[in-house]
Nanobody
Framework: QVQLVESGGGLVQAGGSLRLSCAAS????????IDWYRQAPGEQRELVAA???????RYADSVKGRFTISRDNARNTVHLQMNSLKPEDTAVYYC?????????????WGQGTQVTVSS
């Protein structure tokens, strides 16, 4: 089993910064990529950023140049540094990974953390 716990959300003014953290526990060797998704009210959940165990990263076009994802394999933690925040970044942010076991893939989600950006 793998568990993900997010922290670091909150309320910030436009132009401000927040740092989200995702702590992974359990059978860590069964996972590779850890990513952040977000879901705004009435919208579909969308991928924000992803990082592999090797440190390769990927970003949504809407956050490129403003968000940075990083990973500390020794501490099993992934961070999402969010700078120059905009009101449209307001959403619940979820940490996500895929656990591999017995040739099956299982989605694992954290509980989510609210990010609110005021104008």
């Amino acid at each position: 089993q793998v568990q993900l716990v997010e922290s670091g959300g909150g309320l910030v003014q436009a132009g401000g910064s927040l740092r989200l953290s995702c702590a992974a526990s359990g059978t860590i060797n069964s996972i590779n990529v850890i990513d952040w998704y977000r879901q705004a009210p009435g919208e579909q959940r969308e991928l924000v950023a992803a990082v592999s165990r090797a440190g390769n990263t990927r970003y949504a076009d809407s956050v490129k140049g403003r968000f940075t994802i990083s990973r500390d394999n020794a501490r099993n933690t992934v961070h999402l540094q969010m700078n120059s925040l905009k009101p449209e970044d307001t959403a619940v942010y979820y940490c996500h990974t895929v656990r591999l076991a017995n040739l099956e893939a299982y989605d694992v989600w954290g509980q989510g953390t609210q990010v609110t950006v005021s104008s």
